[in-house]
């Protein structure tokens, strides 16, 4: 059974810094990766989408990267903003269901 | 923002009666799904459609039945509500399947008291 694990649960850093988010997953049979951001109170908004034969995938100051092999995946922030601030999930497709991490709380302090 | 609404966006309920959520897109969309999200837990998959009246169970379906007669609504009913069914319930659209990007509605919060 495939399990996403993100790790640290949350994490506060000053504004300006790089950071870099955690997801891992049990089986490395996967179709893609998926990356979203909840603001609090709303829903989710997908932000990046690495497919199984990617190795990463940019977007402006985001950065994710895909290790099936040792079944990881990163997300990269890049200088740092307080409207980043966010929970930021990661979801694998895994026999056509996602599976999702329990997210990373992210809080950027101006 | 994709166009996806849920209604209503809070219910508070009391254990035993049911309870009908509603997810409304104007993307024309074919998949549509159904998660709740519990502290510690991430989301879980309820059930899932891909198309008029074509349905399917996910992760954690006990308890909950869906149902599509339209392309644009897809219906969530508790048919008794108990109180480990209090969580947030998001709805998702898709137009390819769950390969590709899905689109969230804003949520509802359901309270089974």
């Known amino acids: 059974k495939q399990e996403v694990t993100q790790i640290p649960a949350a994490l506060s850093v000053p504004e300006g810094e790089n950071l870099v988010l955690n997801c891992s997953f049990t089986d490395s049979a996967i179709y893609n990766l998926q990356w979203f951001r909840q603001d609090p109170g709303k829903g989710l908004t997908s932000l990046l989408l690495?497919?199984?034969s990617q190795r990463e995938q940019t977007s402006g100051r985001l950065n994710a990267s895909l290790d099936k092999s040792s079944g990881r995946s990163t997300l990269y922030i890049a200088a740092s903003q307080p409207g980043d601030s966010a929970t930021y999930l990661c979801?694998?497709?895994?026999?056509?269901?996602?599976?999702w991490g329990a997210g990373t709380k992210l809080i950027i302090k101006p | 923002d994709a166009g996806i609404t849920q209604s209503p966006r809070h219910k508070v309920t009391e254990t035993g009666t049911p309870v009908t959520l509603r997810c409304h897109q104007t993307e024309n969309h074919r998949y549509m799904y159904w998660y709740r999200q519990d502290p510690g837990h991430g989301l879980r998959l309820i059930h899932y459609s891909y198309g008029v009246k074509d349905t399917d169970k996910g992760e954690v379906s006990d308890g909950y039945s869906v149902s599509r007669s339209k392309t644009e609504d897809f219906l969530l009913t508790l048919e008794s509500a108990t109180s480990s069914q209090t969580s947030v319930y998001f709805c998702?659209?898709?137009?390819?399947?769950?390969?590709?990007?899905?689109?969230f509605g804003p949520g509802t919060r359901l309270t089974v008291t």
């Open positions: 690495i497919q199984s």
């Open positions: 979801a694998v497709d895994s026999n056509y269901q996602l599976i």
């Open positions: 998702a659209i898709s137009d390819l399947g769950v390969t590709y990007e899905q689109y």
